[in-house]
C-alpha cells in the first residue's frame, strides 16, 4: 500500500523568509501527486500537480512553484513567504487504479 | 454555480441517528466522486469512492449517486461521536484527461455527534 510522508509537520516562518515542503511516497512507481492548501475556514485549493518527474502543473497563480526531481519526491517552495502563505499545505498521490487521491499527514505553515 | 457545493454546516445529530451530507456538482465535475473524513487538524481521509447512479454501501456508511439531479450524498448510520468530523465532498474535474487527472472539492460540512 501507499504511504506517503511530508516534513516538517509544523513551521512557524517570518514574512520574507524561503519556503520548502517535502513530499516523499513509498509502496507506489511514477505516480501523479499534487500539491493542495487548506487555509483557515477555507476549503481544499490545488496548487500543483505533476504526472511524471521534471513535469509540474500551476493551479493557481501565486509566489509558490514546485518540483519533482525523482519519482516519489515532490516538493513545494517558496523565495519569499507572505502573510497569506498560512495554511495547511498537504501533499496527495493518486492510486490510478480506482482515480482515489490519498494524502499525506500534511504540513501546517504560520507566516509572521 | 460553483463546481462542487456542500452545506457548511454545522450539522449537529444525536448519537444513533442517521446523519445526511449533501453535495451537489456543476457540469464542470462528473464521473467519479469521493467523500472525505477530516478531524480537526488532521489531514482527510478517503472513506467512500462512487462511480455509478444508485446507492454504495460500506458498514455505516452510504453513499448515493443521482447524476440527473446532478447530486451526491454520504448517509452515515448509527452516528457515533467519533463520526465528528468535517465531511468534504470531491469529484472528477471535466477538464481532467488521460493522466491529468484532477479532483475539485467542496469546502466541506461539519458533522457533531452528541452523546
Known amino acids: 500500500s501507499q504511504t506517503i510522508h511530508q516534513w516538517p509537520a509544523t513551521l512557524v516562518q517570518p514574512v520574507g523568509s524561503p519556503l520548502s515542503l517535502e513530499c516523499t511516497v513509498e509502496?507506489?512507481?511514477?505516480?501523479?501527486l499534487y500539491w493542495y492548501r487548506q487555509a483557515a475556514g477555507r476549503g481544499l485549493q490545488l496548487l500543483f500537480y505533476s504526472v511524471g518527474i521534471g513535469q509540474i502543473s500551476s493551479e493557481v497563480p501565486q509566489n509558490l512553484s514546485a518540483s519533482r526531481p525523482q519519482d516519489r519526491q515532490f516538493i513545494l517552495s517558496s523565495k519569499k513567504l507572505l502573510l497569506s502563505d498560512s495554511g495547511f499545505y498537504l501533499c496527495?498521490?493518486?492510486?490510478?487504479?480506482?482515480?482515489?487521491?490519498?494524502f499525506g499527514p500534511g504540513t501546517r505553515l504560520t507566516v509572521l | 454555480q460553483k463546481e462542487v457545493e456542500q452545506n457548511s454546516g454545522p450539522l449537529s445529530v444525536p448519537e444513533g441517528a442517521i446523519a445526511s451530507l449533501n453535495c451537489t456538482y456543476s457540469?464542470?465535475?462528473?464521473?467519479?466522486f469521493f467523500w472525505y473524513r477530516q478531524y480537526s487538524g488532521k489531514s482527510p481521509e478517503l472513506i467512500m469512492s462512487i462511480y455509478s447512479n444508485g446507492d454504495k454501501e460500506d458498514g455505516r456508511f452510504t453513499a448515493q449517486l443521482n447524476k440527473a439531479s446532478q447530486y451526491v450524498s454520504l448517509l452515515i448510520r448509527d452516528s457515533q461521536p467519533s463520526d465528528s468530523a468535517t465531511y468534504l465532498c470531491a469529484g472528477t474535474s471535466t477538464n481532467s484527461g488521460g493522466s491529468n487527472y484532477k479532483l475539485t472539492f467542496g469546502k466541506g460540512t461539519l458533522l457533531t455527534v452528541n452523546p
Open positions: 496527495a498521490c493518486l492510486r490510478s487504479s480506482y482515480n482515489e487521491q490519498f
Open positions: 509502496g507506489t512507481s511514477n505516480p501523479n
Open positions: 457540469d464542470r465535475v462528473s464521473q467519479s
